[in-house]
């Protein structure tokens, strides 16, 4: 989806829509069963879908989130097997945070440690504890202690207590040249608020600024990134309904923004667009929901595919590299 990248105009202030959070990070990986058992057996995620890239059929979708698949608790994945790796730099999303109890960082530190998972503890620049560590393919992943997250969390099939796992998404990271030109587009374009400043970084916050709504903007980094295996290929933010993306789009196309058009990816309807820094992003509707082809108990047991590609079913599911759930 190739979109520009920079933007010379300067934005009017768009009062009519805000996001309400984080509604998914999508990324890309390398081996799908190294992905899959990385966010099921380690971290604990639940597969709630099992489809393929709508663009790209012949690779594995993959969608992790809590027992419902609500928004603002997805990660999602592209694992395409032979991969290069892709390089941390400016324009890219360069970490991805989970929200965990604060109590509980001590137990994944346990957890970690009897995996052999490398990690390290430290505190986010607002005094919260956090474990950084990466996954399999070197994509830079957080566990943030966090208080007063009342998402429940998933007790599936990882041996995690639901009062140690992981809430949902708690803030993403984007790396950048410059702060000024992103630092506009969220906050006159996407309505966010300057949460809080730091000499290193700003933080910009959605909807009540708490856990699933947070965007860091990390400025001064020089280097380009290169968005390949292990790295975001693109964010999602929250829009309540069609009505409200549709106004939103719309917004966006007069002020002379790129914006694809509305787009079906079955359990929710997108569109895209680059922020100046060069980062893809993209708004997405909270329903229809991951329970819209099969039962909530059955989330991720079987290959999904939207109506107009289950003609070639067959092909597809041939095309895929196997994996077992």
Excluded: C
Excluded at 180 to 192: D, K, R, S, V
Excluded at 271 to 297: H, K, N, S, W
């Amino acid at each position: 989806m190739e979109l520009e990248n920079h933007y010379s105009v300067f934005f009017t202030v768009i009062t009519n829509v805000k996001p309400h959070g984080l509604h998914h990070v999508t990324a890309i990986a390398s081996d799908p069963q190294r992905n899959l058992d990385f966010y099921t057996k380690v971290l604990g995620l639940r597969l709630v879908k099992q489809t393929v890239n709508f663009d790209a059929p012949h690779i594995w979708h993959l969608y992790y989130g809590d027992r419902y698949g609500s928004p603002t608790s997805i990660l999602t994945f592209f694992p395409w097997p032979g991969v290069a790796s892709g390089i941390e730099g400016s324009g890219l999303t360069t970490s991805t945070s989970f929200s965990v109890p604060a109590e509980s960082i001590g137990w994944w530190q346990k957890r970690l440690k009897s995996l052999q998972i490398d990690f390290e503890v430290s505190k986010t620049t607002d005094g919260l504890e956090v474990i950084r560590l990466r996954d399999n393919d070197g994509m830079r992943i957080e566990l943030v202690g966090t208080s007063g997250d009342e998402r429940s969390g998933w007790d599936g099939e990882a041996s995690i207590p639901a009062e140690m796992a992981i809430r949902g998404l708690h803030s993403i990271q984007l790396s950048q040249q410059l702060l000024e030109p992103t630092a506009i587009m969220l906050t006159e374009m996407l309505g966010m608020k300057l949460n809080q400043e730091y000499s290193s970084m700003a933080q910009f916050a959605m909807s009540d600024g708490g856990s699933g709504t947070l965007v860091d903007v990390l400025p001064g980094v020089r280097e380009r990134g290169l968005q390949a295996g292990g790295t975001v290929h693109h964010v999602a933010f929250r829009a309540p309904n069609l009505t409200t993306m549709e106004t939103w789009r719309q917004e966006l196309t007069e002020q002379g923004i790129p914006v694809t058009e509305i787009m079906d990816r079955q359990y929710f309807k997108s569109i895209y667009f680059r922020e100046p820094g060069g980062v893809l992003f993209e708004i997405a509707t909270d329903d229809p929901g991951f329970d819209i082809d099969e039962p909530l108990l059955e989330l991720g047991k079987k290959l999904k595919l939207p109506p107009w590609l289950e003609p070639s079913r067959e092909q597809i599911a041939q095309s895929l590299t196997r994996i077992e759930v």
